[in-house]
C-alpha cells in the first residue's frame, strides 16, 4: 500500500491540525536533517543534529509539536535566523547505494537484509519559522530533551558555551515518496510557500500561491 496519493503531480495542499503521519515517523527515526536559512539572496545550508517533540511535550513553552536545534552564535545560519526567521527542512529516511557499498561487510549485509520499503520510504520538505530562545529556563528545557535523544558525542554541539537553541515550528510540508508521489500539507490558516507553475507557452515560469 503506498504511503502517499498515487499521482506524480502534487495534490493540493490537505490542511490539517498536525503534520502527516509518515512525516512524523520519520522526524522520530532519522539522525540528521538538512536546516536551510538564508539572508537577502545568500541561502545557506546546515546539517543538524536534532529532536522532534511531539505536541503537547514542550508545555508551557510550546503547545503545538516542535523541532529543536542548537547553534553556536557566531555561525552563518544563527544570523540568518536572526534577521530572517523563515526557514526550510529537509528531512527523509533514505539509505543510499553507496552509503551500503561503502559500509563495513556486516552492516551491509543487515541493510540488504531489511525491508526495502523501510529504507527508502519518503523525504519531506518542511517550511516553518524559528526562534531563538533567550529565557534560561526554557534554554534549559529544550537541551535537555535535545541531550537525551542524541547520542553523547553530540553534547559538544549542544551544551557547550555560547551554544543557543533554535525552535522550529512546522506550518507547511511537501512530502515525496520513491516513486516521486507527492503530497501537500499546510497547518491551517500558514501562509503558503510559492511555487512554479508549469511554464507558459513563451517558457516563462509564474508562481502562485500554494506549496
Request: glycine share 4%; aromatic share 6%; net charge negative.
Amino acid at each position: 500500500m503506498p504511503i502517499l496519493a498515487d499521482a506524480h503531480e502534487p495534490v493540493d495542499a490537505d490542511e490539517g491540525g498536525s503534520l502527516p503521519a509518515e512525516v512524523i515517523s520519520c522526524l522520530k527515526s532519522a539522525r540528521f536533517l538538512q536546516l536551510g536559512t538564508s539572508y537577502r539572496d545568500y541561502p545557506h545550508v546546515s546539517l543538524m543534529n536534532y529532536t522532534y517533540i511531539p505536541k503537547g511535550d514542550a508545555v508551557p513553552y510550546e503547545e503545538d509539536a516542535v523541532i529543536v536545534m542548537t547553534s553556536e552564535r557566531q555561525t552563518k545560519k544563527f544570523f540568518n535566523i536572526t534577521v530572517n526567521s523563515r526557514v526550510s527542512i529537509l528531512v527523509h529516511d533514505w539509505v543510499s547505494k553507496q552509503t551500503a557499498n561503502n559500509a563495513p561487510q556486516g552492516l551491509t549485509q543487515f541493510l540488504l537484509s531489511m525491508n526495502q520499503a523501510e529504507l527508502s520510504s519518503i523525504s519531506a520538505t518542511l517550511n516553518g519559522r524559528a526562534r531563538i530562545v533567550d529565557d534560561e529556563e526554557e534554554e534549559r528545557f529544550f537541551k535537555e530533551k535535545h541531550l537525551a535523544s542524541n547520542p553523547t558525542d553530540a553534547r559538544l554541539y549542544i551544551d557547550a558555551e555560547n551554544v543557543a537553541v533554535i525552535v522550529v515550528k512546522v506550518s507547511s510540508a511537501r512530502v515525496a515518496d520513491v516513486d516521486n508521489n507527492i503530497v501537500n500539507w499546510k497547518e491551517p490558516g500558514a501562509e503558503s510557500t510559492p511555487q512554479l507553475n508549469n511554464a507558459g507557452a513563451n517558457g516563462a515560469s509564474h508562481t502562485n500561491g500554494t506549496l
